[in-house]
């Protein structure tokens, strides 16, 4: 099985601030990693596959970036309702799912 | 736009069979390309992908769960099922359907359905 790691678990940020989370991977996934935010009581939404492309209508705000092991979701400028829980998903192989992020407002 | 609503039971007795259904609608499952996976999220923890159905009946489990899951396909009705059998309270989660697109992720998800195992 391919373990995905994320870091932080928790972040607690500002509105307007810039954050990045870390997904690594236990082995190379080329660019096959998708990322994803869930805010209380929603279902997961897709925010960026293929490692760096946004799906249709999420902000610019949100980009991804990385291959083979490393890979980072920044949000280069918080909003209230970036506030949620972020799951990064690598499509090798499964079971697929990292542990989660939560994003805090500090 | 193709949309998916699970549906089913809300609570179900330790040792029995937990059922739930996942409707597709604004698309077909027939249709291929998709796969159709049922993924659940026990209270306050993160997501668990538990299977996989393609719409010609092949099925893909998450080894932990692999002997107590069954996931099988209507098409006629555009509906997957999920059976997991001999629940205990450790099963009590929300349970969530998504289209899995091959090498993009899990597009849409159903809003998900809480199912509490306790007698």
């Known amino acids: 099985d391919i373990q995905l790691t994320q870091s932080p678990s928790f972040l607690s940020a500002s509105v307007g601030d810039r954050v990045t989370i870390t997904c690594r991977a236990s ?80 | 736009q193709v949309q998916l609503q699970e549906s089913g039971p809300g609570l179900v007795k330790p040792s029995q069979t937990l059922s739930l259904t996942c409707t597709v609608s604004g698309g077909s499952i027939s249709s291929g390309g998709y796969y159709w996976s049922w993924i659940r999220q026990h209270p306050g923890k993160g997501l668990e992908w538990i299977g996989y159905i393609y719409y010609s009946g092949s099925t893909y489990y ?22 997991l059998s001999s629940v205990t309270a450790a099963d009590t989660a929300v349970y969530y359907c998504a289209r899995d697109i091959p090498g993009l992720g899990f597009d849409p998800w159903g809003q998900g359905t809480l199912v509490t195992v306790s007698s």
């Open chain 1, 27 to 106: 082995q190379g996934i080329s660019s096959y990693l998708a990322w994803y935010q869930q805010k209380p009581g929603k279902a997961p939404k897709l925010l960026i596959y293929a490692a760096s492309t946004l799906q249709s209508g999420v902000p610019s705000r949100f980009s991804g970036s990385g291959s083979g092991t490393e890979f980072t979701l920044t949000i280069s400028s918080l909003q209230p309702e970036d506030f949620a829980t972020y799951y990064c998903q690598q499509l090798n192989s499964y079971p697929p799912f990292g542990q989660g992020t939560k994003l805090e407002i500090k």
């Open chain 2, 62 to 83: 998450n080894p932990s769960l692999k002997s107590r899951v069954t996931i099988s396909v209507d098409t006629s009705k555009n509906q997957f099922s999920l059976k």
